[in-house]
């Protein structure tokens, strides 16, 4: 039997700007999806890239005042770069400036053109900029603002060639209907309700008097294509071009993972393309949006979570939380809490902790031997674990084949869970105490079956973990040489390798202190939502601003120069008088000394934590340099530093004694 095909591409990802999260997570995705099925002896090809053209690239070089094409090689490295660190393995790395793909675009174009599906026309409409197209009256405001952009659209009339999707329109509400277009039958009635509200036909083109960055229609020199009719194709260029998508396996199996956000284009324009085309027709796997403690992550929102974030915490932590949060499909709410939280229970006191428990064990009574299984003295519970196991298998493919990529690992962590049970129920160290031969082949079919719990689930996590299952393996005997191992391994849960000497216990994922890291990560949220309560019960005092600790900014990413630094005065005071004041129940008014320097009248909201008594006499830090505020009860003449006490209250930061009133802190 012929090796089955599969060909698995992300979007390629818009060059004017560098990865964000949601880029990571669709491209892990489709790596996962690659690993798991190279698993299973299949041949699997990987594409994703970069979509280099475009009006929004060219305004971009504009405004950094470079040529488009040195601002996408650029990217490119970058993008590149990026990925090599999240342990991607991509066969393919478009970019649609490559020559193959400018030939690729052309014949497409060229073909349809024949065809009678490309024709010249007139359009006007309103247009996105951003989105790079003509919006419907569904996707505009009352305004005319774009619905996904939030911002203003364009009037424009143009002159342009069109591509014919009104033709293919009762074929693709047939199609979608069938299930044909979208694995998820939740956007199959998004994309019917699109089709239902889509008007006239796809402008294709753009005149080279307004965009000359893209590529040429091969029968008219004076227009470009219009960047999804150029992007699009990609996919069709990763298998060598149009010819090749006609007779290759690779194409008769193709699924495009792809953000919710981009699925008019890829469940309407792309799939009537390849019927014009006359080329098999490409799944979709759609995904939901990364959320961030429940919003859109947005850079106004300031609750963007940064690849570099992502990273500091390693992409196994990611992908745990990720991929065990939903299947496929739903929108996943990042709390960095049960982010941490998570990781901790699944990998640091999950599966780390099995392997490591197990090897000392291991190392204790036998010497670091692994032991070996006595198939006929196996009591109940360990039967029944190796038959779990061996099932693991059937269902972790079976949700792979419907994308149910949570299920699957949740069917991974149960074994873990069992193998857990089995230590806590047969409790190996009692057994340990017995000298007798029954004893010892009981105390070896228990370790001997933890081992096989830790194979298997060494096999089945391989596509989400590939080097620490790596290190997992090759702990107990199995070297892979970070080759992606045949999954019917797990079909033979006892052959493990008995007998070999476990010389390290590798400590795959250390458990984190979860409070400390959301300290370090977070460090303002609890002044954020503190601060937020203040507005609504006291609006009209203002009195977040009081001490305005500026606390939006993000310690981890926003990195500051020296000089920006010494703007800041910051000089030691004691505080020689505190007292509440009428009429508001947040501040305190304190006299402070700052030496030479004279004393200062400063407002510190700080009276729900901290009694006047408990700050006078004190050492402080004071902002000296901070612009005089007015307020209803004085004006306050600096700030006090505060921070978070560990019990969650809200300090000053006390100085010692022995510090000289009125120096300078630097
Ligand atoms: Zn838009």
């Given at each position: 039997?012929?090796?089955?095909?599969?060909?698995?591409?992300?979007?390629?990802?818009?060059?004017?700007?560098?990865?964000?999260?949601?880029?990571?997570?669709?491209?892990?995705?489709?790596?996962?999806?690659?690993?798991?099925?190279?698993?299973?002896?299949?041949?699997?090809?990987?594409?994703?890239?970069?979509?280099?053209?475009?009006?929004?690239?060219?305004?971009?070089?504009?405004?950094?005042?470079?040529?488009?094409?040195?601002?996408?090689?650029?990217?490119?490295?970058?993008?590149?770069?990026?990925?090599?660190?999240?342990?991607?393995?991509?066969?393919?790395?478009?970019?649609?400036?490559?020559?193959?793909?400018?030939?690729?675009?052309?014949?497409?174009?060229?073909?349809?053109?024949?065809?009678?599906?490309?024709?010249?026309?007139?359009?006007?409409?309103?247009?996105?900029?951003?989105?790079?197209?003509?919006?419907?009256?569904?996707?505009?405001?009352?305004?005319?603002?774009?619905?996904?952009?939030?911002?203003?659209?364009?009037?424009?009339?143009?002159?342009?060639?069109?591509?014919?999707?009104?033709?293919?329109?009762?074929?693709?509400?047939?199609?979608?209907?069938?299930?044909?277009?979208?694995?998820?039958?939740?956007?199959?009635?998004?994309?019917?309700?699109?089709?239902?509200?889509?008007?006239?036909?796809?402008?294709?083109?753009?005149?080279?008097?307004?965009?000359?960055?893209?590529?040429?229609?091969?029968?008219?020199?004076?227009?470009?294509?219009?960047?999804?009719?150029?992007?699009?194709?990609?996919?069709?260029?990763?298998?060598?071009?149009?010819?090749?998508?006609?007779?290759?396996?690779?194409?008769?199996?193709?699924?495009?993972?792809?953000?919710?956000?981009?699925?008019?284009?890829?469940?309407?324009?792309?799939?009537?393309?390849?019927?014009?085309?006359?080329?098999?027709?490409?799944?979709?796997?759609?995904?939901?949006?990364?959320?961030?403690?429940?919003?859109?992550?947005?850079?106004?929102?300031?609750?963007?979570?940064?690849?570099?974030?992502?990273?500091?915490?390693?992409?196994?932590?990611?992908?745990?939380?990720?991929?065990?949060?939903?299947?496929?499909?739903?929108?996943?709410?990042?709390?960095?809490?049960?982010?941490?939280?998570?990781?901790?229970?699944?990998?640091?006191?999950?599966?780390?902790?099995?392997?490591?428990?197990?090897?000392?064990?291991?190392?204790?009574?036998?010497?670091?031997?692994?032991?070996?299984?006595?198939?006929?003295?196996?009591?109940?519970?360990?039967?029944?674990?190796?038959?779990?196991?061996?099932?693991?298998?059937?269902?972790?493919?079976?949700?792979?084949?419907?994308?149910?990529?949570?299920?699957?690992?949740?069917?991974?962590?149960?074994?873990?869970?069992?193998?857990?049970?089995?230590?806590?129920?047969?409790?190996?160290?009692?057994?340990?105490?017995?000298?007798?031969?029954?004893?010892?082949?009981?105390?070896?079919?228990?370790?001997?079956?933890?081992?096989?719990?830790?194979?298997?689930?060494?096999?089945?996590?391989?596509?989400?973990?590939?080097?620490?299952?790596?290190?997992?393996?090759?702990?107990?005997?199995?070297?892979?040489?970070?080759?992606?191992?045949?999954?019917?391994?797990?079909?033979?849960?006892?052959?493990?390798?008995?007998?070999?000497?476990?010389?390290?216990?590798?400590?795959?994922?250390?458990?984190?202190?979860?409070?400390?890291?959301?300290?370090?990560?977070?460090?303002?949220?609890k002044k954020?939502?503190k601060?937020?309560?203040?507005?609504?019960?006291?609006?009209?005092?203002?009195?977040?601003?009081?001490?305005?600790?500026?606390?939006?900014?993000?310690?981890?990413?926003?990195?500051?120069?020296?000089?920006?630094?010494?703007?800041?005065?910051?000089?030691?005071?004691?505080?020689?008088?505190?007292?509440?004041?009428?009429?508001?129940?947040?501040?305190?008014?304190?006299?402070?000394?700052?030496?030479?320097?004279?004393?200062?009248?400063?407002?510190?909201?700080i009276?729900e934590w901290v009694?006047?008594?408990e700050?006078?006499?004190?050492?402080?830090?004071?902002?000296?340099?901070?612009?005089?505020?007015?307020?209803?009860?004085?004006?306050?003449?600096?700030?006090?530093?505060s921070t978070d006490t560990i019990e969650g209250k809200i300090s000053p930061?006390?100085?010692?004694?022995?510090?000289?009133?009125?120096?300078?802190?630097?």
């Amino acid at each position: 039997m012929a090796t089955p095909c599969r060909y698995f591409t992300t979007p390629i990802y818009y060059a004017n700007g560098s990865p964000h999260a949601g880029h990571v997570y669709a491209t892990i995705l489709t790596s996962i999806l690659k690993t798991h099925y190279s698993q299973r002896g299949e041949n699997v090809k990987f594409l994703t890239g970069l979509d280099e053209h475009g009006e929004a690239v060219q305004d971009k070089a504009k405004e950094l005042e470079i040529s488009p094409q040195k601002l996408v090689d650029d990217m490119a490295i970058l993008w590149k770069k990026e990925f090599a660190r999240f342990e991607l393995n991509n066969d393919i790395f478009i970019r649609t400036t490559d020559k193959d793909h400018v030939k690729n675009v052309q014949d497409i174009l060229n073909y349809c053109h024949k065809k009678g599906d490309i024709y010249f026309g007139e359009h006007e409409g309103y247009y996105c900029i951003k989105c790079e197209g003509f919006l419907t009256n569904s996707e505009r405001d009352e305004n005319n603002n774009c619905l996904v952009h939030k911002r203003p659209t364009e009037l424009r009339k143009e002159k342009n060639y069109f591509f014919r999707t009104s033709k293919y329109r009762d074929k693709l509400i047939d199609l979608i209907s069938q299930g044909k277009i979208t694995h998820q039958e939740k956007y199959k009635n998004e994309l019917l309700g699109m089709l239902k509200n889509l008007e006239g036909d796809l402008s294709i083109s753009r005149p080279k008097t307004r965009l000359t960055w893209g590529i040429e229609l091969p029968f008219d020199k004076e227009h470009v294509a219009y960047v999804w009719f150029d992007a699009l194709p990609n996919y069709v260029t990763g298998i060598g071009g149009l010819d090749q998508a006609r007779t290759s396996e690779f194409w008769k199996n193709v699924n495009h993972i792809i953000g919710k956000d981009i699925i008019k284009f890829h469940g309407i324009f792309w799939p009537a393309m390849c019927l014009s085309l006359d080329i098999p027709l490409p799944k979709l796997l759609i995904t939901g949006w990364l959320l961030k403690d429940a919003h859109k992550m947005s850079k106004s929102l300031g609750n963007v979570v940064t690849v570099d974030q992502i990273l500091h915490y390693g992409r196994d932590m990611f992908v745990n939380f990720v991929f065990r949060a939903t299947n496929p499909g739903d929108d996943i709410d990042i709390s960095w809490k049960s982010y941490f939280e998570r990781y901790n229970s699944d990998l640091a006191n999950g599966v780390g902790n099995l392997l490591s428990r197990t090897l000392a064990m291991i190392e204790k009574y036998f010497e670091r031997k692994i032991p070996k299984f006595h198939l006929n003295e196996l009591n109940d519970e360990q039967k029944e674990i190796v038959k779990i196991s061996q099932n693991a298998l059937i269902n972790v493919t079976k949700s792979f084949d419907e994308f149910r990529i949570a299920d699957a690992m949740n069917e991974i962590s149960n074994l873990v869970s069992l193998a857990d049970k089995l230590i806590a129920n047969q409790k190996p160290w009692e057994i340990a105490k017995n000298n007798d031969e029954k004893s010892l082949a009981q105390l070896e079919n228990i370790l001997a079956t933890c081992v096989g719990v830790l194979r298997t689930v060494g096999y089945l996590s391989y596509s989400f973990h590939p080097s620490k299952m790596n290190e997992l393996l090759l702990s107990i005997g199995e070297n892979l040489n970070h080759t992606p191992p045949s999954i019917n391994k797990v079909k033979e849960f006892t052959s493990i390798y008995s007998g070999f000497v476990c010389d390290h216990i590798p400590k795959l994922f250390n458990r984190i202190d979860i409070a400390a890291e959301l300290a370090a990560i977070e460090p303002d949220k609890k002044k954020e939502i503190k601060k937020s309560e203040v507005k609504k019960v006291d609006k009209s005092e203002k009195l977040s601003n009081i001490e305005n600790k500026n606390s939006d900014t993000n310690l981890a990413t926003d990195i500051i120069q020296i000089q920006d630094f010494s703007k800041v005065q910051m000089r030691v005071g004691t505080v020689v008088s505190a007292e509440c004041v009428d009429g508001s129940d947040k501040l305190l008014k304190l006299v402070v000394s700052l030496g030479e320097f004279g004393e200062r009248q400063i407002f510190s909201g700080i009276r729900e934590w901290v009694k006047p008594e408990e700050v006078v006499n004190h050492k402080v830090i004071i902002v000296c340099n901070l612009a005089p505020r007015k307020m209803r009860f004085g004006t306050s003449e600096g700030m006090m530093l505060s921070t978070d006490t560990i019990e969650g209250k809200i300090s000053p930061v006390f100085l010692p004694e022995y510090l000289k009133e009125g120096s300078l802190l630097s």
